[in-house]
């Protein structure tokens, strides 16, 4: 039986507004095995990286706050360790790629002061040492010139070059989970099958775990070994990718997977999922799902469905409920 690395139970985040409180993530459960790439997909706005962020605890200075479950790394439970332990985890044992490389990089300081800072405090090199192994990671992620690029400053750099600095940034005191947040967005295609190459040997040389966070199916397709279905803050499917893609069970997941063009066939206009993801300060009755689901039953609209585990597959809707078949 595979090991799990990270579990993830009951993680709930609220988020603070003028309108109220509201969930934004509600209830989620997910775990990563060793040596696994899990996928955590969905549209923009359904908690994906809002998770990451609990997971990771940085959620200090925003009107976010978990407000219950737990996240278990090995033996400790993220949620409850101080500060000061949960700073020695973050970077070293679990490091991530943001979305947005510009933004996470410093733009005043050097690449390679940004490196170093890591490297020091976790691994405990001199300035000497911690040169020498920034240098050895952007090699090791593909950037030439690595000896000079260390001296440059973020916006001399391109996108895609930024974003293998945000790699090996992230890969520097080798960790155990990497938690990559939209690693390919904004980067076109040849870049995006670079970084997801990289990524894919990094993996496979240090027995690294990924949590995979994307909306590209495609990116999932690629890279996964199983799937987790978010929808407005909460898990609606999850399953091994294979089976996802060719037995997709929520009614979400099937219009995630008909809105991707398929090679091979006829040129066509791509199906769509009507409607929107929903406004969390006004979530709708019942099942989160049934305003825009074209197979929505009468106890859709006034119950929302438990997650129901069958097999190693798991899915959040009445349609596999034996109790709500006859009422639609």
């Given at each position: 039986?595979?090991?799990?690395?990270?579990d993830?139970?009951?993680?709930?985040?609220?988020?603070?507004?003028?309108?109220?409180?509201?969930?934004?993530?509600?209830?989620?459960?997910?775990?990563?095995?060793?040596?696994e790439?899990?996928?955590?997909?969905?549209?923009?706005?359904?908690?994906?990286?809002?998770?990451?962020?609990?997971?990771?605890?940085?959620?200090?200075?925003?009107?976010?706050?978990?407000?219950?479950?737990?996240?278990?790394?090995?033996?400790?439970?993220?949620?409850?360790?101080?500060?000061?332990?949960?700073?020695?985890?973050?970077?070293?044992?679990?490091?991530?790629?943001?979305?947005?490389?510009?933004?996470?990089?410093?733009?005043?300081?050097?690449?390679?002061?940004?490196?170093?800072?890591?490297?020091?405090?976790?691994?405990?090199?001199?300035?000497?040492?911690?040169?020498?192994?920034?240098?050895?990671?952007?090699?090791?992620?593909?950037?030439?010139?690595?000896?000079?690029?260390?001296?440059?400053?973020?916006?001399?750099?391109s996108?895609?070059?930024?974003?293998?600095?945000?790699?090996?940034?992230?890969?520097?005191?080798?960790?155990?989970?990497?938690?990559?947040?939209?690693?390919?967005?904004?980067?076109?295609?040849?870049?995006?099958?670079?970084?997801?190459?990289?990524?894919?040997?990094?993996?496979?040389?240090?027995?690294?775990?990924?949590?995979?966070i994307?909306?590209?199916?495609?990116?999932?397709?690629?890279?996964?070994?199983?799937?987790?279905?978010?929808?407005?803050?909460?898990?609606?499917?999850?399953?091994?990718?294979?089976?996802?893609?060719?037995?997709?069970?929520?009614?979400?997941?099937?219009g995630?997977?008909?809105?991707?063009?398929?090679?091979?066939?006829?040129?066509?206009?791509?199906?769509?999922?009507?409607?929107?993801?929903?406004?969390?300060?006004?979530?709708?009755?019942?099942?989160k799902?049934?305003?825009?689901?074209?197979?929505?039953?009468?106890?859709?609209?006034?119950?929302?469905?438990?997650?129901?585990?069958?097999?190693g597959?798991?899915?959040?809707?009445?349609?596999?409920?034996?109790?709500a078949?006859?009422?639609?």
């Amino acid at each position: 039986m595979a090991q799990k690395l990270l579990d993830v139970k009951g993680l709930r985040t609220q988020f603070t507004r003028e309108q109220g409180k509201v969930n934004a993530v509600d209830g989620v459960d997910l775990h990563v095995n060793k040596g696994e790439v899990l996928g955590l997909v969905g549209e923009s706005g359904c908690g994906k990286s809002v998770t990451s962020l609990s997971i990771m605890r940085l959620l200090k200075n925003t009107p976010g706050k978990i407000v219950g479950g737990t996240v278990h790394f090995g033996d400790r439970d993220l949620v409850n360790l101080p500060e000061n332990e949960m700073r020695k985890i973050r970077g070293k044992d679990i490091a991530m790629i943001f979305q947005e490389p510009m933004t996470s990089l410093n733009p005043v300081l050097k690449i390679g002061r940004q490196l170093e800072e890591a490297i020091m405090l976790h691994l405990k090199y001199d300035k000497k040492q911690a040169r020498q192994h920034a240098i050895h990671m952007l090699d090791l992620v593909g950037i030439p010139r690595a000896a000079e690029i260390i001296h440059e400053y973020p916006h001399q750099l391109s996108g895609g070059m930024r974003q293998r600095v945000m790699i090996a940034m992230a890969m520097s005191c080798h960790p155990q989970l990497l938690i990559a947040d939209e690693p390919t967005t904004a980067l076109d295609v040849t870049i995006q099958a670079q970084i997801l190459e990289l990524m894919k040997k990094l993996k496979a040389d240090n027995n690294m775990s990924i949590l995979l966070i994307t909306h590209d199916l495609g990116v999932v397709a690629e890279m996964c070994d199983r799937v987790v279905v978010m929808y407005a803050g909460r898990v609606v499917e999850e399953g091994d990718v294979l089976d996802i893609f060719d037995h997709p069970q929520h009614p979400y997941t099937k219009g995630l997977i008909r809105s991707v063009p398929k090679l091979r066939q006829p040129v066509k206009r791509l199906e769509s999922i009507p409607g929107n993801v929903p406004d969390l300060t006004n979530m709708p009755r019942g099942c989160k799902f049934a305003p825009r689901c074209a197979e929505a039953m009468a106890i859709c609209h006034e119950k929302e469905p438990e997650l129901l585990v069958n097999e190693g597959r798991s899915c959040r809707c009445w349609l596999y409920d034996d109790a709500a078949k006859g009422e639609k």
